[in-house]
């Protein structure tokens, strides 16, 4: 299952080119992954952007599509598509380690949260 998430090309996303400014693509994918994140406390440990084509248009809105692409001990890699206009325009992979936010120190996923991750995983 994937979960699905809109979001709004913002004018200040735009850099000096006109075109959205390659950091925000991971902003996009973390506010996706923070509507879904349910159960989960967890920190992005990796993450790499491919982009495939610019987007120009502010004032839009682009749909991200997110994944559970693998599953570790305390670590989770997750996939996203950016697409605007049903196009894709980039795919991101981050992987998080759960913390407890307690000690800031990583832990084993639990039993319930890899149930919650599991709904999502989708293997490549």
């Given at each position: 299952?994937?979960?699905?998430s809109k979001?709004?090309?913002?004018?200040d996303?735009?850099d000096a080119?006109?075109?959205?400014?390659?950091?925000?693509?991971?902003?996009?994918?973390?506010e996706?992954r923070?509507?879904?994140?349910?159960i989960?406390?967890?920190v992005?440990a990796r993450?790499?952007?491919?982009f495939?084509?610019?987007?120009?248009?502010?004032?839009?809105?682009?749909?991200i599509e997110?994944?559970?692409?693998?599953?570790?001990n305390?670590?989770?890699?997750?996939t996203y598509?950016?697409?605007?206009?049903?196009?894709l325009?980039a795919?991101?992979k981050?992987v998080q380690?759960?913390?407890?936010m307690g000690?800031?120190?990583?832990?084993?996923?639990d039993?319930?949260?890899r149930?919650?991750?599991?709904?999502?995983l989708e293997?490549?």
């Amino acid at each position: 299952m994937r979960y699905q998430s809109k979001q709004y090309v913002r004018w200040d996303d735009l850099d000096a080119f006109g075109h959205v400014n390659n950091a925000v693509y991971l902003t996009y994918a973390q506010e996706a992954r923070f509507a879904w994140s349910g159960i989960l406390e967890m920190v992005v440990a990796r993450a790499e952007v491919d982009f495939i084509a610019p987007i120009y248009d502010g004032d839009t809105f682009l749909d991200i599509e997110l994944w559970v692409s693998a599953i570790g001990n305390s670590s989770f890699t997750m996939t996203y598509e950016i697409k605007m206009k049903g196009e894709l325009v980039a795919r991101v992979k981050t992987v998080q380690v759960t913390v407890d936010m307690g000690t800031k120190k990583s832990h084993p996923i639990d039993d319930e949260q890899r149930a919650f991750l599991s709904k999502y995983l989708e293997t490549e």
